[in-house]
């Protein structure tokens, strides 16, 4: 099948759909999609993740998401319900763990064997392929909130196939966002295929009439990605989703930690992909955001990464995002515990409950931050429509070859590799090495610009020191990479 | 820029661990510190930075991982290097090597008796371990 930017057909999906089913014995038990949906529809719409996206959107609330999976069903269902009950967690994941993310299902089984032995989970996740989609629907009835899929998966079109019959409603990823910052060797093209995919079947659900939510993963590799950067990626997955006939996105970006920076970007954000959806003949679209808080390195001291936490819960607030993604104050050392988990969304519900109803007001600074991040992101994307010949999925893997959009810090090779961020003396992020990143000399000269500003105030030269700098300076508990 | 001191350096993320960032600064600071570094990068398994320290004819192996796997991707290895005939390669792993807060004693023995010659907890700067590398490597 060649690729580019058009709904599947039936025989397509269907064909592949054969495939995919006897990848693992559990895809048998989905076998039958007119069941699968039928399940579907049974679920309570309080259980619906695009209709309380939605209505979050129409009433201005924030609303927050912890992260969640560990290998066995049952501490699994525990530990959800103690994040619905005692933490007061709005939306509900399953965080699926890293063996699930590279299709590799016997070592799943290995993991689930030893955690049942040592009474500990050994897996960083919950693996909803393995548990099919039997286990899936015991975890949805045992919550009473919306579940989602969250994991980070070139390939998820069989586990994306058992959480839709399990009446999970909504999942996270895409063909750029689940590869680049993901995988060291799958092609971008076949992610697409494969997200394509994934799109499609949410399309069917949709036409059957049920209400599925899609997710493009914002913050990337999370650090120190510039806002244009991630933006160009979500409208980018948004719009590829939506051909495949998806109708509820949620387009995601990661705190970058300047607060005019942040509210900016989830402001273009929501407004520029409102736009290119229109434009594409995509009209009945819902678009709602998701805000990360900080997904670099945290502290290590619990106190301060509440700090962090609450930092990044008050800019979610201040944004007006749909939903804010929690942290927690074990993120310096890896999984944490429920408990931990539980105290970061309280800290993170009491910030957004004080801040309800205000937004950060409009000022010549926030103006000008979403011109100038509307602007870069324009640049990307009108270049891979370009050397797509109007086809985005075709410009999308030729513009990664090129460097069209470049992610930095990334593990795969299909990445270019070659653009560099930089905070400004603000603590906003800029574009210190600009690679093949198509701006205009005007945009360069603004980035530039404003990294001098900081190498004059610290005495140095403008240079990757800078970035590594503040690769570590927020666990180090500041957020602009000084010298020392 | 990089062998200077004329060690050489085998790093990657093993596993099915793709956290690529410390990685790459991990390869930046040995270079500029003159080692020579080969990095097998992210979602390695073992054989790759065995393989790249029999062909380069390394002096230490660090194994990072931050995804939790750690304590099923590392068992064995030891083994795996005696077989591969560079039994005595210095050996480290370090970063967030278990699922969870888990006391750091009862981890460092679990990975010391995997045969690592030192293992550091979560959040240790390279520069923390290139001191002692040194030492070990005996360098001044």
């Given at each position: 099948?060649?690729?580019?930017?058009?709904?599947?057909?039936?025989?397509?999906?269907?064909?592949?759909?054969?495939?995919?089913?006897?990848?693992?014995?559990?895809?048998?038990?989905?076998?039958?999609?007119?069941?699968?949906?039928?399940?579907?529809?049974?679920?309570?719409?309080?259980?619906?993740?695009?209709?309380?996206?939605?209505?979050?959107?129409?009433?201005?609330?924030?609303?927050?998401?912890?992260?969640?999976?560990?290998?066995?069903?049952?501490?699994?269902?525990?530990?959800?319900?103690?994040?619905?009950?005692?933490?007061?967690?709005?939306?509900?994941?399953?965080?699926?763990?890293a063996y699930?993310?590279l299709?590799r299902?016997?070592e799943?089984?290995v993991?689930?064997?030893?955690?049942?032995?040592?009474?500990?989970?050994?897996?960083?996740?919950?693996?909803?392929?393995?548990?099919?989609?039997?286990?899936?629907?015991?975890?949805?009835?045992?919550?009473?909130?919306?579940?989602?899929?969250?994991?980070?998966?070139?390939?998820?079109?069989?586990?994306?196939?058992?959480?839709?019959?399990?009446?999970?409603?909504?999942?996270?990823?895409?063909?750029?966002?689940?590869?680049?910052?993901?995988?060291k060797?799958?092609?971008?093209?076949?992610?697409?295929?494969?997200?394509?995919?994934?799109?499609?079947?949410?399309?069917?659900?949709?036409?059957?009439?049920?209400?599925?939510?899609?997710?493009?993963?914002?913050?990337?590799?999370?650090?120190?990605?510039?806002?244009?950067?991630?933006?160009?990626?979500?409208?980018?997955?948004?719009?590829?989703?939506?051909?495949?006939?998806?109708?509820?996105?949620?387009?995601?970006?990661?705190?970058?930690?300047?607060?005019?920076?942040?509210?900016?970007?989830?402001?273009?954000?929501?407004?520029?992909?409102?736009?290119?959806?229109?434009?594409?003949?995509?009209?009945?679209?819902?678009?709602?955001?998701?805000?990360?808080?900080?997904?670099?390195?945290?502290?290590?001291?619990?106190?301060?990464?509440?700090?962090?936490?609450?930092?990044?819960?008050?800019?979610?607030?201040?944004?007006?995002?749909?939903?804010?993604?929690?942290?927690?104050?074990?993120?310096?050392?890896?999984?944490?515990?429920?408990?931990?988990?539980?105290?970061?969304?309280?800290?993170?519900?009491?910030?957004?409950?004080?801040?309800?109803?205000?937004?950060?007001?409009?000022?010549?600074?926030?103006?000008?931050?979403?011109?100038?991040?509307?602007?870069?992101?324009?640049?990307?994307?009108?270049?891979?429509?370009?050397?797509?010949?109007?086809?985005?999925?075709?410009?999308?893997?030729?513009?990664?070859?090129?460097?069209?959009?470049?992610?930095?810090?990334?593990?795969?090779?299909?990445?270019?590799?070659?653009?560099?961020?930089?905070?400004?003396?603000?603590?906003?992020?800029?574009?210190?090495?600009?690679?093949?990143?198509?701006?205009?000399?005007?945009?360069?000269?603004?980035?530039?610009?404003?990294?001098?500003?900081?190498?004059?105030?610290?005495?140095?030269?403008?240079?990757?020191?800078?970035?590594?700098?503040?690769?570590?300076?927020?666990?180090?508990?500041?957020?602009?990479?000084?010298?020392? | 820029?990089?062998?200077?001191?004329?060690?050489?350096i085998v790093i990657g993320v093993i596993g099915s661990d793709?956290?690529?960032?410390?990685n790459?600064?991990?390869?930046?600071?040995?270079?500029?510190?003159?080692?020579?570094?080969i990095n097998v990068g992210v979602i390695s398994p073992q054989e790759d930075f065995i393989n790249a320290a029999v062909e380069t004819?390394a002096?230490a192996i660090i194994v990072s991982s931050l995804y939790?796997h750690g304590e099923i991707d590392c068992r064995g290895m030891r083994d795996k290097c005696k077989e591969a005939g560079i039994g005595d390669i210095l050996l480290y792993v370090g970063g967030?090597i278990?699922?969870?807060?888990?006391?750091?004693?009862?981890?460092?023995?679990?990975f010391?008796?995997m045969g690592f010659d030192?293992v550091?907890?979560?959040?240790?700067?390279?520069?923390?371990?290139?001191?002692?590398?040194?030492?070990?490597?005996?360098?001044?």
């Amino acid at each position: 099948m060649e690729l580019n930017n058009k709904k599947w057909t039936d025989d397509e999906f269907y064909g592949v759909r054969k495939q995919i089913l006897n990848t693992w014995e559990t895809g048998k038990g989905v076998a039958d999609l007119e069941k699968n949906i039928e399940y579907a529809k049974s679920v309570p719409d309080h259980k619906n993740f695009a209709k309380k996206m939605e209505k979050a959107k129409n009433e201005g609330i924030t609303l927050a998401q912890p992260r969640a999976g560990v290998a066995l069903l049952d501490k699994h269902i525990e530990l959800l319900r103690y994040l619905q009950d005692d933490g007061g967690a709005d939306l509900l994941p399953s965080t699926i763990d890293a063996y699930t993310r590279l299709n590799r299902y016997d070592e799943c089984e290995v993991g689930i064997e030893e955690s049942r032995k040592v009474g500990r989970s050994l897996l960083n996740g919950f693996p909803g392929v393995n548990h099919g989609v039997e286990g899936c629907r015991r975890v949805l009835e045992a919550v009473n909130v919306p579940l989602e899929a969250r994991h980070g998966t070139p390939d998820a079109r069989l586990l994306t196939e058992i959480i839709h019959a399990a009446g999970w409603t909504s999942n996270e990823g895409g063909g750029i966002s689940y590869n680049i910052p993901y995988a060291k060797s799958v092609s971008i093209e076949r992610t697409i295929k494969d997200w394509q995919y994934c799109d499609r079947l949410v399309g069917i659900y949709e036409e059957a009439g049920v209400s599925i939510n899609r997710e493009p993963f914002g913050p990337l590799t999370g650090t120190i990605v510039p806002p244009s950067t991630s933006n160009a990626v979500a409208i980018v997955e948004a719009l590829m989703a939506a051909e495949q006939g998806v109708k509820s996105i949620t387009v995601g970006y990661g705190q970058c930690g300047n607060l005019i920076q942040d509210v900016a970007a989830i402001r273009a954000l929501q407004s520029q992909c409102d736009e290119y959806l229109r434009n594409n003949g995509y009209n009945d679209c819902v678009v709602t955001t998701v805000f990360h808080q900080w997904m670099g390195g945290f502290p290590a001291d619990e106190a301060k990464a509440f700090g962090v936490i609450s930092n990044g819960s008050a800019t979610a607030a201040l944004a007006g995002a749909t939903k804010v993604i929690v942290k927690t104050p074990h993120e310096a050392i890896g999984i944490p515990t429920k408990e931990a988990n539980c105290e970061g969304i309280k800290t993170t519900k009491m910030t957004l409950n004080l801040l309800q109803g205000q937004q950060l007001p409009m000022s010549e600074q926030l103006k000008t931050e979403i011109a100038i991040i509307k602007a870069e992101t324009k640049c990307m994307i009108d270049k891979l429509f370009e050397i797509g010949k109007g086809d985005l999925a075709i410009g999308a893997v030729k513009g990664f070859d090129m460097g069209v959009i470049d992610i930095p810090f990334a593990p795969s090779k299909y990445n270019f590799g070659k653009m560099m961020p930089a905070r400004d003396n603000n603590g906003a992020v800029r574009y210190l090495k600009f690679g093949n990143i198509p701006f205009t000399k005007e945009l360069k000269d603004y980035n530039v610009k404003k990294l001098e500003e900081r190498g004059k105030f610290e005495g140095r030269e403008v240079g990757f020191q800078m970035t590594v700098d503040d690769i570590f300076a927020v666990g180090k508990g500041r957020l602009v990479g000084r010298p020392e | 820029m990089g062998n200077e001191n004329g060690k050489t350096i085998v790093i990657g993320v093993i596993g099915s661990d793709c956290h690529a960032v410390g990685n790459k600064i991990i390869d930046y600071v040995l270079t500029e510190n003159g080692f020579k570094v080969i990095n097998v990068g992210v979602i390695s398994p073992q054989e790759d930075f065995i393989n790249a320290a029999v062909e380069t004819n390394a002096d230490a192996i660090i194994v990072s991982s931050l995804y939790g796997h750690g304590e099923i991707d590392c068992r064995g290895m030891r083994d795996k290097c005696k077989e591969a005939g560079i039994g005595d390669i210095l050996l480290y792993v370090g970063g967030n090597i278990v699922v969870g807060k888990q006391k750091w004693e009862d981890v460092h023995e679990r990975f010391q008796s995997m045969g690592f010659d030192r293992v550091y907890p979560p959040g240790t700067p390279i520069e923390h371990t290139m001191v002692e590398m040194k030492e070990d490597l005996k360098i001044n």
